[in-house]
């Protein structure tokens, strides 16, 4: 069984910043894509960012392009987000996803295993 864990979500003011986890359990996702998704209330759940299995090549939707930067530590099975000048739009439960193969895609189908979600809140 594949587990993943998010931590590090919080309440942040707009223009500050923090740092989510995905902690990976029962196997290592050294080999496969990893994302974030993210779901505002009343919104459905989006794209936020996604990495191949080494980290070599990352992706990021336009509205978080610039301010997040998503990155893994294989040998820790943790894959990071770094999400920096927050802004209250960013407001969402992020979820971590794990993927099928090397290579990163958007689109949710693409990830068979989720963790449960980590609150962010942003206050303007």
């Known amino acids: 069984q594949v587990q993943l864990v998010e931590s590090g979500g919080g309440l942040v003011q707009a223009g500050g910043s923090l740092r989510l986890s995905c902690a990976a359990s029962g196997r290592t996702f050294s080999f496969y894509a990893m994302g974030w998704f993210r779901q505002a209330p009343g919104k459905e759940r989006e794209f936020v960012a996604a990495?191949?299995?080494?980290?070599?090549?990352?992706g990021y939707a336009d509205s978080v392009k610039g301010r997040f930067t998503i990155s893994r530590d294989n040998a820790k099975n943790t894959m990071y987000l770094q999400m920096n000048t927050l802004k209250p739009e960013d407001t969402a439960v992020y979820y971590c996803?794990?993927?099928?193969?090397?290579?990163?895609?958007?689109?949710?189908?693409?990830?068979?295993?989720w963790g449960q979600g980590t609150q962010v809140t942003v206050s303007s």
């Open positions: 990495l191949s299995g080494s980290g070599g090549s990352t």
């Open positions: 996803a794990g993927g099928r193969g090397r290579s990163f895609g958007t689109s949710e189908e693409m990830y068979p295993y």
